[in-house]
């Protein structure tokens, strides 16, 4: 057979697109595998990292179909967001064509690589069904209470006239258009992603061994549990009068109550409601600048900066000595953790030491080593014995810790508290192309919830996008109507969703039979019988966001009593990076390799090997265009070889017996592929071994010429490749065998059962050699065939002990002289 890759992908693609081959059944009492690679964003064409992450799902897929189970692999769009809007500015066409031409266009893309998605559930979220399913979540949630709104300081591009969280800010500039972020004060809506923190944290226990553990780890850090205590220190008299207003004392929140007795001074954001006041009241007149300075740098950047700060001139009591201690502001201090200040403690943490040698402040020693001098060149942060601490002295710092909380409880002056790093999520962004928020403002009512046969609100097709504010805060006709509880004339809210509330729940969204798509967002049974995801295939850039937010998704649906499933990925693979040259592929570099060029050129199967076969998929893989061009050669030989074998409608009976030794070692090779299939498949995604132990059999098989064991070795290479390379099984199965469907294959352990074993020798602990005995192969003989083969290292002296370990070595002691 001549490989024309092109011919025949052609043809298979579109018998599967006629025969609807991928849709997944009706029949519920079949075992499902739902398989999901992370839905893509159209930007325009597809990119290498799609094709590694479509081909590894894909190839999932066809396996467990090839297995008999029902399988649901869906496709869609991930299709608001900035980059649509952007484009119209950029280009003066509107978003909505520029995206749904992008999904066109990328759509034949993914075809022309054979990938098995079911057609009929492919959506896009921008569809207005998917906004109606998703107003109407939301409006739930809002009913709940999980929905809430509040001024609060944002980052703010102005440049793309959005804010972005925090996440979406990379030192101090926008993600996308790398412009500096200011901070603004605006009124903005949150989920109370919070009121499921330690939910979402407990959770992670149950992913365990099937997440990687990297993305479990950065997602306990980011929900950043902490617990410690929360008390307040008193402003001094004099300061008191000299702040002013209300201020009479500052609250801290400390993991380290052992070390009380150590506080030197007490540190505030430069955002505390304080220190504004004081900036506001002139009270800080040469500091202002320097604060407002401190300001601008992000939360997240704040911890690598060199510490720096002002004394605010104000002083407050320790609540235990009694004693006066100075206030600060400090560039170390956030202002949305804990209470936005702290109790310094030099002599026992890092960044309190720096800031303390830095503008000479006191140092105390309160924790002394369990063992050894302490080094009083740096803070010690270690757990030891207490000092210079009243009654506490001579206890264990973590026993101190948690007498000095309970003592703080029993004197009414502090608490014990549990902190998260987790803040709520910020839902709004002031852009055009997303989700509408579905509520209303009333100046009678207040804020309410769209009517639902009002639902979806669409966006206006009739916008101008210029990138200055957002076009439907100026779309006067759109944003007026009346208010669904009172009649009063009324105001749409214009900001739209953020597009990670989209693909939060898209995965519950593919479960829904197409043909009830207007009746609801997917049926408690669609859920019951697909939910959870078996294998969810994306990258490692997800490992937080929108994996934490689909799976606070889940949590909510189910409490909304949508569903019973508390995680939706039971298994995660983060697939790695396409490299070229050592560096992620970017167009800025110039080091993209274009899929649809590789595909033209060699065709899809090609394509689909060399991605599979040249890295294991959780590491990263170089792009190497001499092992694409072997990729094809091997396809070539492997379609040119199957003249060798007889066409035949099952798969012929072979008796081992009575095959040569070459002919039992070739078969041998295929049945150790198909042998390593499952787990390969099912566990270990090592897909490069598969191919290897594939490639390693065909080259086995060559020099052989009886046909039956060609036909054998293809019926079954077929099979095991076909998830990998689809075409061009397909397209030799149909040939040989006019099989168009592969199930599972049957191993014949007599192949694989070898009558040759192989033994190491050693000498005195030391190894000298190998031999190959037969498997049962008596005691003398091994020994026979082990001393012939180290001879010369028995010469040396005299053979007193002979061990034989049973299928692994053989050991001879010898005792020189
Ligand atoms: C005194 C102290 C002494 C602290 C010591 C640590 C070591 P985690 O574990 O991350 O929760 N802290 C509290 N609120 C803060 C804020 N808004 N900005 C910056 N730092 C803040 O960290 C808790 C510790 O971080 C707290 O315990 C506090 O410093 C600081 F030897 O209190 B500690
Ligand atoms: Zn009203």
């Known amino acids: 057979m001549q490989y024309a890759p092109g011919v025949i992908e052609q043809k298979w693609q579109k018998v599967w697109r006629e025969s609807e081959a991928f849709e997944p059944s009706c029949d519920r009492t079949k075992p499902k595998k739902y398989i999901l690679s992370m839905f893509p964003y159209p930007s325009g064409r597809i990119h290498m990292g799609h094709v590694r992450n479509y081909t590894i799902g894909d190839a999932l897929a066809r396996w467990y179909r090839q297995q008999g189970f029902n399988v649901l692999h869906p496709i869609g769009w991930d299709s608001f967001g900035l980059p649509a809007e952007n484009a119209a500015i950029k280009h003066g066409i509107h978003p909505r064509q520029w995206t749904y031409d992008n999904i066109d266009y990328m759509r034949k893309e993914l075809a022309s690589m054979g990938l098995s998605f079911s057609r009929k559930r492919e959506f896009a979220t921008s569809d207005p069904i998917y906004t109606k399913w998703e107003q109407e979540l939301f409006i739930q949630m809002w009913e709940k209470g999980l929905v809430y709104r509040k001024a609060g300081l944002l980052n703010w591009c102005d440049h793309c006239h959005t804010t972005l969280a925090n996440e979406q800010v990379i030192d101090g500039r926008c993600w996308r258009c790398d412009n500096e972020i200011r901070l603004r004060e605006m009124f903005q809506y949150y989920i109370r992603i919070t009121d499921y923190a330690q939910e979402l944290l407990d959770d992670l226990a149950k992913l365990e061994g099937h997440w990687p553990k990297q993305v479990l780890t950065m997602q306990e850090n980011w929900i950043g549990k902490s617990s410690g205590l929360k008390f307040s220190f008193e402003l001094t008299e004099s300061s008191r009068?000299?702040?002013?207003?209300?201020?009479?004392?500052?609250?801290?929140?400390?993991?380290?109550?052992?070390?009380?007795?150590?506080?030197?001074?007490?540190?505030?954001?430069?955002?505390?409601?304080?220190?504004?006041?004081?900036?506001?009241?002139?009270?800080?007149?040469?500091?202002?600048?320097?604060?407002?300075?401190?300001?601008?740098?992000?939360?997240?950047?704040?911890?690598?900066?060199?510490?720096?700060?002002?004394?605010?001139?104000?002083?407050?009591?320790?609540?235990?000595?009694?004693?006066?201690?100075?206030?600060?502001?400090?560039?170390?201090?956030?202002?949305?953790?804990?209470?936005?200040?702290?109790?310094?403690?030099?002599?026992?943490?890092?960044?309190?030491?720096?800031?303390?040698?830095?503008?000479?402040?006191?140092?105390?020693?309160?924790?002394?080593?369990?063992?050894?001098?302490?080094?009083?060149?740096?803070?010690?942060?270690?757990?030891?014995?207490?000092?210079?601490?009243?009654?506490?002295?001579?206890?264990?710092?973590?026993?101190?810790?948690?007498?000095?909380?309970?003592?703080?409880?029993?004197?009414?002056?502090?608490?014990?508290?549990?902190?998260?790093?987790?803040?709520?999520?910020?839902?709004?962004?002031?852009?055009?192309?997303?989700?509408?928020?579905?509520?209303?403002?009333?100046?009678?009512?207040?804020?309410?919830?769209?009517?639902?046969?009002?639902?979806?609100?669409?966006?206006?097709?009739?916008?101008?996008?210029?990138?200055?504010?957002?076009?439907?805060?100026?779309?006067?006709?759109?944003?007026?109507?009346?208010?669904?509880?009172?009649?009063?004339?009324?105001?749409?809210?214009?900001?739209?969703?953020?597009?990670?509330?989209?693909?939060?729940?898209?995965?519950?969204?593919?479960?829904?039979?197409?043909?009830?798509?207007?009746?609801?967002?997917?049926?408690?049974?669609?859920?019951?019988?697909?939910?959870?995801?078996?294998?969810?295939?994306?990258?490692?850039?997800?490992?937080?966001?929108?994996?934490?937010?689909?799976?606070?998704?889940?949590?909510?649906?189910?409490?909304?009593?949508?569903?019973?499933?508390?995680?939706?990925?039971?298994?995660?693979?983060?697939?790695?990076?396409?490299?070229?040259?050592?560096?992620?592929?970017?167009?800025?570099?110039?080091?993209?390799?274009?899929?649809?060029?590789?595909?033209?050129?060699?065709?899809?199967?090609?394509?689909?090997?060399?991605?599979?076969?040249?890295?294991?998929?959780?590491?990263?893989?170089?792009?190497?265009?001499?092992?694409?061009?072997?990729?094809?050669?091997?396809?070539?030989?492997?379609?040119?070889?199957?003249?060798?074998?007889?066409?035949?409608?099952?798969?012929?009976?072979?008796?081992?017996?009575?095959?040569?030794?070459?002919?039992?070692?070739?078969?041998?090779?295929?049945?150790e592929a198909l042998a390593k299939a499952s787990q390969v498949y099912e566990k270990s995604f090592a897909f490069n071994t598969l191919i290897a132990a594939c490639m390693e059999a065909l080259n086995t098989l060559n020099g052989q010429d009886n046909p039956d064991i060609w036909s054998e070795a293809y019926w079954i290479l077929t099979a095991i490749l076909e998830p990998i390379v689809p075409h061009i099984c397909h397209e030799i199965a149909d040939n040989l065998f006019g099989r168009v469907n592969f199930g599972p294959q049957e191993i014949d352990e007599a192949a694989l059962r070898s009558d040759t074993v192989m033994l190491g020798v050693t000498v005195n602990g030391k190894r000298r050699g190998e031999i190959e005995v037969a498997v049962d192969a008596s005691q003398a003989e091994i020994l026979a065939a082990a001393k012939a083969e180290v001879a010369k290292w028995l010469e040396r002296g005299t053979l007193v002990k002979e061990i034989v370990v049973p299928g692994k070595l053989v050991n001879l002691v010898v005792k020189e002289g």
Request: aromatic share 10%; with cysteine; net charge negative.
């Open 241 to 671: 009068a000299f702040v002013g207003g209300d201020f009479k004392e500052v609250e801290v929140f400390t993991t380290r109550a052992d070390t009380i007795y150590g506080v030197t001074y007490a540190a505030l954001a430069p955002e505390h409601p304080l220190v504004r006041h004081m900036v506001e009241a002139g009270l800080l007149e040469t500091a202002r600048e320097q604060i407002l300075a401190m300001q601008r740098i992000l939360a997240k950047d704040r911890g690598a900066l060199e510490k720096e700060g002002v004394a605010l001139g104000i002083h407050a009591i320790h609540p235990l000595t009694g004693e006066e201690i100075p206030l600060w502001v400090a560039n170390f201090v956030i202002t949305d953790y804990g209470s936005g200040a702290v109790m310094a403690v030099p002599a026992h943490d890092e960044r309190d030491f720096a800031f303390a040698k830095k503008y000479n402040l006191p140092i105390r020693w309160v924790i002394r080593p369990t063992q050894g001098e302490r080094d009083e060149s740096k803070a010690f942060t270690d757990a030891g014995i207490m000092e210079n601490s009243g009654e506490f002295d001579g206890m264990a710092s973590d026993d101190a810790k948690e007498a000095i909380i309970a003592m703080f409880e029993e004197r009414g002056l502090g608490k014990r508290v549990v902190n998260y790093k987790l803040r709520d999520w910020g839902i709004s962004r002031q852009r055009y192309w997303g989700t509408p928020i579905p509520l209303i403002h009333c100046p009678h009512c207040g804020i309410v919830a769209e009517k639902r046969e009002n639902l979806p609100v669409t966006l206006p097709d009739d916008v101008v996008i210029k990138g200055g504010e957002s076009p439907l805060a100026t779309h006067e006709a759109w944003r007026s109507v009346r208010c669904p509880t009172c009649g009063s004339a009324a105001q749409r809210e214009s900001d739209t969703l953020d597009t990670f509330v989209e693909s939060s729940w898209y995965q519950f969204r593919y479960t829904c039979e197409p043909d009830r798509y207007e009746e609801h967002p997917f049926g408690r049974d669609d859920v019951a019988y697909w939910m959870p995801v078996d294998q969810y295939i994306g990258g490692i850039e997800h490992a937080i966001l929108h994996l934490l937010y689909a799976r606070f998704f889940s949590k909510v649906l189910r409490d909304l009593g949508y569903s019973h499933i508390d995680e939706p990925f039971a298994n995660l693979l983060t697939q790695g990076m396409v490299l070229k040259d050592g560096t992620k592929m970017s167009k800025s570099k110039g080091n993209v390799v274009d899929p649809d060029d590789i595909i033209s050129r060699y065709g899809a199967d090609t394509a689909r090997l060399f991605i599979l076969f040249a890295a294991p998929p959780a590491q990263e893989l170089e792009w190497n265009d001499s092992a694409v061009e072997g990729s094809y050669r091997f396809l070539a030989r492997f379609a040119d070889r199957s003249s060798k074998a007889r066409p035949c409608v099952s798969k012929p009976i072979i008796d081992q017996a009575r095959l040569s030794k070459p002919e039992q070692e070739a078969r041998k090779k295929v049945y």
